[in-house]
């Protein structure tokens, strides 16, 4: 059974769900203000390892080579954003 869930990527698809459900109840939290996080400072990072995420589902599904290097492609700028909101709240 757990074989099939990681052979086929259904396994990243309960992590994607993870993080957009995590992103919803960052939001609700910092909107209520019972948070001093921010949707903007996970962002990037959430962004990136969503993207890689899909990434690896598309390549565990057998799709297409040239959307695991899209979706690949696309979140180095969602790292670049993240580790530029790193350095900015280090100073």
Wanted: charged letters at 20%; proline letters at 1%; aromatic letters at 4%.
């Amino acid at each position: 059974m757990i074989d099939v869930l990681l052979t086929d990527g259904r396994f990243i698809d309960v992590a994607l769900v993870a993080i957009v459900v995590e992103l919803a109840i960052l939001a609700g939290l910092a909107r209520a203000g019972r948070t001093r996080l921010r949707l903007r400072d996970v962002a990037g990072q959430m962004l990136a390892g969503g993207l890689l995420l899909a990434a690896l589902r598309v390549a565990l599904a057998g799709g297409d080579t040239l959307w695991v290097v899209l979706l690949m492609t696309a979140s180095f700028p969602a790292h670049l954003l993240d580790l530029s909101r790193r350095v900015t709240a280090a100073r």
